[in-house]
């Protein structure tokens, strides 16, 4: 089989299992498990649109978690029914008041004001390096807190944000999923992939071999911004109700550790880290509700999950800063050329 | 009340909350001149020092014994994080090493929430230092420990100007500061300095958790975040890794803050934090050096 025929194949295997999944699991799974499958492909839209500026283009931002709370906010205002929006939203601006979008075209708004944003403050902040960008996305992260808490004609301020239609189901976001992954793959396995690698892994070079540093910053952290804003939208409509502090340091947490636990120059790895973080909280929080063994009871220890979590990130930066993944992608081998063709390109070297 | 009076008022603030940030600024730039770390571990510091007073006070020991050992509490802590969690990844890039000091705050936070639960507890605070003075018929009012606080940060910062530029330790942490593998080349104990630099910056930081706690009038396990972000935005309007940056941006800071709240219309002063980090941003962009290293280049 040629290698295209290969990768057609991976590829229509893993969208028919990712289907099977959206539609098969909530026939044969509990709730519990729904909800779990649900979450992790939900947190590994958000990774993987982390990954491509912080991961592929070395600019490790901290401030994605306000794009994405823009999205959920964006989102939730324009698609709450227009009956409640007078009664839960009444200082709204008149033509606000007048529809309602349904979930779909909400969320692909959601996005796009949300890549504008980023094209805004990406603009300035994306000539940073280092632990400058860092700090100065936390300090974006931080305006948008402000912001959200304050413009309380959109938002309710600092009250629950609620009436959103609860309509992520599943099939919503393993589609989305699919989206992400297959934008972010043709992304990053192109031209445009090696100048953003390029980029990460030596500014002075790639610049002087004509690679437009700005540029290719811009553009991963404007696409990354555009798919944390979807997210957003995404959670908003499977959670219903929240607040701005839903959208702050705790889940900027959260996601940076899934992303470096499971590498963060690869995306099969993005995905690796949010399925084992996700499991593993899952566990620790059913252990820190107390439980019995023999004799000997456990107390519950709210809150030991995320202790436990904050050591196996410190771990793994000591021993294993490059992830689970580390650079590699999981493919099964399918993706890897045949044996002649590699013989020639060693021997074209 | 007269202008005057109000304008003074807000001088006397500014001052006192400027002072909290200069000293926390200071203890970040120490660590952050050394190593070249954003450590967010020292808003937990601050937590651990004024944690300490409040239960040894608690169980009964005297105010001034509990804030010594609050102080050498939070010295041991910063101690100890250095050891267990940054000297493994110390030549780890600069990212990975802010990354780790975020899930030190993170444990540290979570630890403290577990123990103390996140419920804020009463700061024990002697009745001398709650005392209120007035000054020009009550138009200006402060209470002792707003001089205190003022007092205590300039002796300290003396203290530790006497350190870094008398003391052969306070040198050496210069010259590390400077260029650590010449300083290494030359014969210094680097990692002595290294530890020396973190037991003093979390002094300071202890000192400063204390303090704010007593203007506050509460501990609670999540108190340091916000003095430490702050801080931050002090410490890199001063020129980050610059002790007397520290200081300078610690009391503009402050007076931006007050002066935000006491002049603007609230529709805008509710915007403060948001103003302070567009500062900071601003800051970063323009002049990433800060005021009192102009000449800083920033890298791509």
């Known amino acids: 089989m040629s290698r295209e025929a290969r990768i057609t194949l991976l590829v229509l295997v893993a969208l028919v299992a990712g289907a099977a999944v959206a539609f098969g699991a909530p026939h044969v799974l ?68 007048a529809f309602s979008l349904p979930f779909l075209p909400a969320t692909l708004v959601a996005g796009l004001l949300t890549a504008l944003l980023a094209v805004v403050v990406g603009y300035p902040l994306m000539r940073l390096s280092g632990y400058f960008v860092s700090v100065a996305t936390m300090g974006f992260l931080i305006i948008v807190n402000v912001v959200l808490i304050n413009a309380s004609d959109f938002t309710r301020g600092a009250r629950t944000f609620t009436g959103v ?94 992303l470096v636990l499971g590498g963060m120059g690869s995306l099969t790895g993005a995905v690796v880290g949010v399925i084992c973080v996700s499991l593993l909280s899952e566990v620790l929080r059913s252990v820190e509700r107390g439980f019995t063994i023999g004799d000997f009871a456990v107390p519950a220890l709210f809150g ?43 021997r074209k070297r | 009340m007269t202008q005057l009076d109000y304008i003074l008022q807000q001088i006397v603030n500014a001052v006192s909350l400027g002072s909290l940030y200069a000293l926390v600024a200071v203890g970040l730039s120490i ?16 937590m651990v020092g004024a944690f300490g007073v409040a239960l040894l006070v608690g169980i009964g020991v005297p105010f001034p014994v509990a804030v010594i050992c609050g102080i050498a509490a939070a010295a041991v802590a910063g ?25 030190v705050t993170y444990i540290i936070e979570n630890v403290g929430i577990l123990v103390f639960t996140s419920s804020p507890r009463n700061f024990p605070l002697p009745d001398i230092l709650n005392t209120s003075w007035e000054m020009s018929n009550g138009a200006i009012t402060f209470t002792s420990i707003n001089l205190l606080t003022i007092a205590l940060t300039f002796v300290s910062l ?77 410490a890199i309007i001063g020129g980050f890794g610059s002790i007397a940056g520290a200081l300078v941006g610690g009391y503009i800071l402050g007076a931006l803050e007050i002066f935000i709240v006491a002049f603007l219309p609230s529709s805008v002063s509710s915007y403060r934090d948001a103003i302070v980090f567009a500062v900071l941003i601003a800051f970063l962009l323009v002049r990433p050096g800060g005021l009192l290293q102009p000449n800083r280049e920033i890298k791509l």
């Open chain 1, 30 to 97: 509990s709730d519990y498990f729904v909800r779990i499958i649900l979450l992790i492909a939900l947190n590994a839209i958000l990774v993987l649109a982390l990954s491509l500026s912080n991961g592929f283009t070395g600019v490790f931002s901290l401030g994605h978690v306000g794009f994405i709370g823009a999205g959920a906010y964006i989102s939730g205002i324009l698609s709450i029914p227009v009956q409640q929006k007078m009664a839960l939203l009444p200082h709204l601006p008149t033509f606000l008041h």
């Open chain 1, 165 to 258: 239609p609860l309509e992520t189901t599943l099939p919503w976001v393993m589609g989305w999923l699919a989206i992400t992954v297959f934008v972010l793959a043709r992304l990053v396995y192109s031209p445009f992939g090696r100048a953003m690698k390029a980029v990460r892994d030596d500014t002075i070079a790639a610049s002087a071999v004509g690679i437009g540093v700005l540029r290719t910053r811009l553009i991963a952290f404007v696409i990354g911004a555009f798919f944390s804003g979807v997210g957003g939208s995404l959670y908003a409509h499977y959670l219903g109700s929240f607040s701005p502090n839903t959208f702050y340091f705790a889940l900027t947490m959260s996601l940076i550790t899934m």
């Open chain 1, 304 to 346: 030991a999950s995320q202790i436990v979590l904050g050591f196996i990130f410190i771990l793994v930066m000591i021993f294993r800063p490059k992830g689970i993944m580390g650079d590699r992608e999981l493919t099964f081998g399918l993706t890897q050329r045949s044996a002649t063709v590699n013989q020639t390109e060693e």
């Open chain 2, 31 to 46: 660590v952050f001149g050394v190593l070249k770390l954003t450590n967010f571990a020292h808003g937990d510091v601050m």
């Open chain 2, 79 to 103: 101690f100890l994080i250095e050891r267990i969690a940054y000297r493994p990844i110390r030549d780890a890039p600069d990212v990975a090493r802010l990354l780790t000091s975020l899930a």
């Open chain 2, 158 to 234: 003396l203290l530790l100007g006497w350190f870094i530029t008398r003391t052969t330790t306070g040198l050496g942490m210069r010259a590390a500061a400077e260029d650590m593998s010449a300083a290494h080349l030359v014969g210094l104990n680097v990692n002595r300095l290294i530890i020396v630099a973190f037991i003093v910056a979390s002094a300071y930081a202890g000192l400063a958790g204390i303090l704010w706690a007593a203007q506050a009038g509460v501990v609670q396990p999540q108190m340091g975040f916000t003095p430490l972000l702050k801080a931050f935005v002090a």
